[in-house]
């Protein structure tokens, strides 16, 4: 290694993890990405993927041919940690919606014994605020050799760097976009800055770990709220018997208008969950994102109701579910509102349920799935839950006969 590369653990190997190590492993840092699946490891040390994003399976071909990338199933004494494990919800009889950052714990238990002085911690999971400082509660408690009495330095150098990055254009948003940097002090954020300015093009913004962490809550709850307009809106149209497409179109022609695109909910692992870690921070306060988020969250319902509604004129209708992912040309099932709204119809056994999933291998899915060609042809109940390229060229002369509940808009 010259003298600006460093030896780096990456703490989880998913849609964040791989790309960030990567991309840090082509840069010139020895880079190893641990994660808990043998399988995980075995398929990344081999040069291969086992996420579907563009490109990236030349990145981490070339990462690991050049020797900088190796996955281990344990992490090792490094010069950096970046921990992008995932941070879920954590179910309780008080609060379903409770954040979990069990995993967030996990991986810095592992790391504790390896911490020597002058190391970089960097959280890159989205996190309730506080979970940096939780971080370094953890290091001080089990680390208090590192904090030497009188000494107010911080031995380990402690970040918040949360990932900004769109699900099919992960690669070139890593280096394009902005980034955020929360430290646990100013040296903190600096010390993480110097590491992102190896490979990000984009500015790069320093800030208090809590700022940091609260920042992305509030961009995904941003999101959150303007999809529940376009969302309650198609609702509303369809009780007024009104064409929310046309609709959102015509008032789009204002200049300061811009309303999104409704659809079947939200999903994804950011925007469907960030706000609730708001919501449980803060519950008598953040009323309109609560409001918001339960919009969304009551979205497959609505839908469900629909599709019911038109299959009960069928003694045994075949219903063609379009899309399982949670957002358009990816493979990515995290809190999709479209799983959710098959999954429940083929629980609902109203009818036969066939579904096409062109971005998902067939033996990978949690549901069987149908070419698009046979989907099409035998549905009596068209259901579009995702705006896949591929169906926008399904011929429109097909669906004559058929009851359409496009939940996109691509056939309108």
């Known amino acids: 290694m010259d003298s600006k590369s460093k030896k780096i653990v990456v703490m989880g190997l998913g849609y964040i993890g791989l790309p960030t190590a990567s991309m840090l492993a082509v840069k010139g840092h020895q880079v190893v990405g641990v994660d808990v699946s043998e399988q995980v490891v075995q398929t990344i040390n081999s040069g291969k993927i086992h996420i579907v994003e563009p490109d990236l399976d030349i990145l981490v071909r070339s990462a690991v041919n050049s020797g900088n990338l190796r996955a281990s199933r344990q992490p090792e004494e490094a010069d950096v940690f970046i921990i992008a494990v995932p ?14 950052i069990g995993y967030v714990e996990a991986a810095v238990t592992s790391i504790l014994p390896l911490l020597k002085q002058g190391d970089l911690v960097i959280l890159e999971s989205t996190s309730p605020v506080g979970t940096t400082e939780r ?10 050799e590192l904090y030497p009495a009188g000494s107010h330095a911080e031995p380990v150098f402690i970040a918040h760097c949360p990932e900004r990055v769109l699900p099919g254009h992960i690669l070139r948003e890593l280096v394009d976009n902005d980034r955020i940097v929360g430290g646990i002090t100013r040296a903190c954020a600096e010390k993480a800055r110097e590491l992102y300015k190896s490979f990000c093009h984009g500015s790069i913004y320093l800030t208090d770990s809590k700022t940091a962490e ?14 529940a307009f376009a969302n309650e809106l198609s609702i509303v149209c369809d009780e007024l018997g009104i064409n929310v497409w046309e609709l959102i179109e015509l008032a789009n022609k204002h200049p300061r208008v811009n309303i999104l695109t409704p659809g079947p909910g939200v999903g994804g692992h950011c925007i469907a969950v960030d706000p609730w870690f708001i919501v449980s921070a803060a519950p008598q306060s953040a009323r309109l994102i609560r409001t918001a988020r339960e919009i969304n ?5 609505w839908v469900l109701d629909k599709i019911v509604q038109k299959a009960n004129r069928f003694k045994a209708p075949v219903i063609g579910c379009l899309g399982l992912a949670f957002k358009a040309n990816i493979d990515d099932l995290r809190e999709s509102p479209a799983l959710e709204i098959a ?3 083929v629980a609902m056994k109203i009818g036969e349920v066939v579904i096409c999933e062109p971005n998902v291998a067939p ?50």
Do not use: C, Q, Y
Not at 297 to 301: A, E, G, N, R
């Open 87 to 100: 941070t879920p919800f954590k179910f309780t009889d008080n609060n379903p919606k409770t954040p979990d």
């Open 135 to 144: 971080i370094r509660a953890m290091v001080r408690e089990h680390r208090a």
């Open 214 to 227: 609260m920042a992305k809550l509030t961009e995904n709850s941003f999101r959150d709220v303007n999809i």
């Open 297 to 301: 969250d009551f979205k497959p319902s």
């Open 343 to 345: 999954k429940e119809l």
């Open 363 to 412: 033996g990978l899915a949690p549901l069987p799935l149908a070419p698009l060609e046979r989907v099409v042809r035998e549905a009596d109940i068209l259901v579009v839950l995702v705006d896949h390229e591929e169906f926008k060229s399904v011929d429109p002369d097909l669906l004559k006969e058929k009851i359409v509940i496009d939940l996109k808009g691509i056939w309108r």
